[in-house]
């Protein structure tokens, strides 16, 4: 599941992004409406879990916006105006569920896979790219009918590698992917980190999956290096 969290107040937004990366599913932060409307713009995501009270206008209005443009992806309004008025106000403006701080992550969790079934799309319980076969749910991975073992970090990797497969995924895009908000980047954690699934998924089948771009970042072959 790709979750797009439009929140401003950037430690409970590390915070949710952590939770939310700790069970498999992929979160990234928008801080304003305007950054917010570009990165849907650009990406597909199953959920957007929108705050109310955000910089340069408020998570009402860019509702109504999205749903006027057209944009029909599942929203979870996220925010500590708990009034009636402001849930109803939220819901006429397009919103498909609303939920106040505090929360429980569960809660969360649950309301969001219920938004995920509501789009139409259909949507593979397990990825498969060639030999290659994921279960976000579960955690595991295959390469064949051979079970293969991978960190947090190295599956948070490969199942955006399988989520785009033939995509060159940047740095950037692959640290969004498997680190936390605020991850401070070395030079070469990266390269590290995709090596390591290389020597899992690759190197003990004889086969070649996941390519380097030079001067742009690397893509997992469409044909999962069969």
């Known amino acids: 599941m790709r979750v797009l969290v439009v929140e401003d107040d950037v430690p409970l937004a590390a915070a949710v992004v952590r939770a939310l990366r700790s069970v498999r599913v992929l979160a990234y932060v928008a801080p304003d409406p305007s950054v917010a409307r570009q990165m849907a713009s650009d990406a597909v995501y199953d959920v957007i879990v929108l705050d109310v009270m ?4 408020d998570g009402f209005e860019l509702c109504r916006r999205w749903r006027t443009e057209g944009v029909w992806t599942p929203i979870l ?12 106000r939220g819901l006429d403006a397009g919103a498909d569920d609303y939920l106040t701080k505090p929360f429980a992550l569960s809660e969360l969790l649950a309301r969001l896979r219920a938004l995920a079934r509501r789009d139409a799309h259909e949507r593979p319980t397990v990825l498969e790219v060639g030999g290659l076969r994921l279960d976000p749910a579960s955690a595991q991975v295959w ?3 051979v079970e293969i073992t991978l960190s947090a970090r190295e599956f948070a990797l490969l199942e955006a590698f399988m989520r785009n497969p ?4 940047s740095h950037l895009q692959l640290v969004d992917a498997a680190w936390d908000i605020g991850f401070e980047q070395r030079s070469n954690v990266v390269e590290v980190y995709v090596r390591y699934v290389r020597e899992k998924v690759d190197r003990p089948f004889g086969v070649a999956s996941i390519e380097t771009v030079r001067g742009l970042g690397y893509r997992l072959r469409a044909d999962g290096g069969r």
Request: no cysteine; charged share 30%.
């Open 54 to 57: 955000l910089p340069g206008g």
């Open 77 to 88: 309004m996220l925010t500590a105006r708990a009034d009636v008025e402001d849930r109803v």
């Open 166 to 169: 033939g995509q060159v995924l």
């Open 143 to 145: 390469r064949g009918d």
